[in-house]
């Protein structure tokens, strides 16, 4: 697989993998080469490999990670940005918001 840069990338790691930084979560987007993708198709398996000691939280997805959610009104240009936000964040404030109910 290789790292591929997509629009709303702020950062690189490693000065080669476009990524994006923002509220503690780092977001990337990845190619396979037709081999890849057809042994992905064939068997359906994927290895998810994070160095350290502990797994940090991750998501792994082939949907799209970024959608416009109520871009917000500014009067200075200079102060406009996309409000965008990932699927990452959004399932992770659903699962915040099930255990401050007391739910599993």
């Not at 697989?1 to 709303?8: C, L, R, S, T």
């Given at each position: 697989m ?7 990338s ?6 080669e ?5 923002e ?10 080469c ?5 042994k992905f ?12 000691e ?6 792994v ?9 109520n871009?917000?009104?500014v009067?200075n ?13 959004a ?14």
């Amino acid at each position: 697989m290789k790292p591929v840069k997509f629009e709303q990338s702020n950062c690189t790691i490693g000065g080669e993998v476009p990524a994006r930084r923002e509220r503690g979560m780092v977001l990337t987007r990845w190619q396979g080469c037709w081999r890849e993708r057809l042994k992905f198709l064939l068997f359906g398996k994927l290895w998810l490999i994070v160095q350290g000691e502990r797994m940090p939280p991750t998501l792994v997805t082939s949907d799209r990670a970024f959608r416009i959610v109520n871009p917000p009104v500014v009067d200075n240009a200079d102060e406009g940005y996309l409000a965008a936000r990932t699927r990452f964040e959004a399932q992770r404030e659903r699962v915040e918001a099930r255990l401050a109910r007391g739910g599993g």
